[in-house]
């Protein structure tokens, strides 16, 4: 059976344009220690993959001392977490697994409201995978 040219380059438009189903990445919260999850082997030149963030909080004050542990595919050489005009790289523990820590600083009371934090994963091209998380200064 011949398929009409025009059936073929609609079929083929669609299949173009059809969306591909996001990576399954998770926000866990809560106090305690990270549970590790395995991070996923990929090569150097593969995008980079967000593949969970863990919290101690999302709800935070003045003192308070925010930890994080993210988990990224192996070929992820470098992660960055931007709050506004502040940035900072988490620290690589091994291929993967990234964590860090903040003391929570005083503000104004006018500012306390719901952030978004960007968590930026770049491989050694460059190459830039990001995921935005809420956090509330309360």
Known sequence: MRLRPALLAAILLCVACARTQPNEMSVAVGPGVAASVPAPVASPEATPQIVRIWLSQDSVTQGDFLRGHVTTSTN?????????????????????????????????????????VQVIARNAAGEATEVRVPVTYR
């Open 76 to 116: 992820v050489a470098s992660l960055e977490v931007r709050l506004g005009p502040r940035t900072a790289n988490m620290r690589r523990t091994t291929f993967g697994q990234f964590e860090g820590s903040y003391r929570i600083p005083w503000v104004p009371a006018f500012l306390h409201r719901s952030y978004t």
